[in-house]
């Protein structure tokens, strides 16, 4: 039964079809960017967030539920802020 239910959870998130606008990995991109005025600062954050895996777990996590409630009910549940939850780079 539980396979069967994350079956169709899986196929409801990755066959919806939708293109949505990817805000949580947008916002921890433009986060990054905004980090710092050193170029080698964000990239020694983009590595380290691709070792942790912060980007493809916030593309994951766009692909499979943000993108999908969003095409579904209409309403952005993560606005592209610029901002890493919890931390504001303008601070």
Do not use: R
């Not at 805000?23 to 050193?38: C, G």
């Not at 999908?68 to 901002?83: A, C, P, Q, R």
Request: charged share 15%; with cysteine; glycine share 8%.
């Amino acid at each position: 039964m539980k396979k069967a239910l994350l079956a169709s959870v899986l196929a409801i998130g990755l066959f919806s079809s939708c293109l949505g606008p990817d805000n949580l990995y947008n916002s921890v991109k433009n986060w990054n960017a905004q980090l710092s005025t050193t170029d080698a600062v964000n990239e020694l954050v983009y590595i380290g967030f691709m070792i942790i895996p912060v980007y493809p777990l916030a593309m994951l996590g766009d692909h499979l539920i943000f993108n999908t409630i969003t095409y579904w009910t209409g309403k952005e549940t993560i606005t592209n802020s610029g901002d890493f939850p919890g931390f504001s780079a303008k601070d």
